[in-house]
């Protein structure tokens, strides 16, 4: 007994559909929150060598709540303490 041949049916060329490239380089934007604009503070300036009532006076709104020790600076020979004003 013969072996029986296979016939191949000629089949015809697929056209090869091409599709863009994804570009992979592209980067994301990152967008950075805006910074709130601080609000200019007020402060009372007090030199060590103002009198003592001067002294008296702030220490009384100290103690009332209205203005806050922030620091002591020093320019030139004269040291200031500077208060913040918390309430008007």
């Known amino acids: 007994m013969a072996k029986k041949r296979v016939i191949r049916k000629k089949t015809q060329k697929k056209s090869i559909v091409r599709r863009p490239k994804k570009k992979t380089t592209t980067k994301k934007k990152v967008v950075k929150p805006k910074k709130a604009k601080a609000k200019p503070k007020q402060y009372i300036k ?26 002591y600076v020093v320019e030139g020979n004269i040291g200031y303490h500077y208060y913040l004003i918390l309430k008007k």
């Open 46 to 71: 007090v030199s060590i060598n103002s009198k003592h009532s001067k002294f008296v006076e702030v220490g009384k709104r100290v103690q009332e709540g209205e203005v806050q020790w922030s620091r």
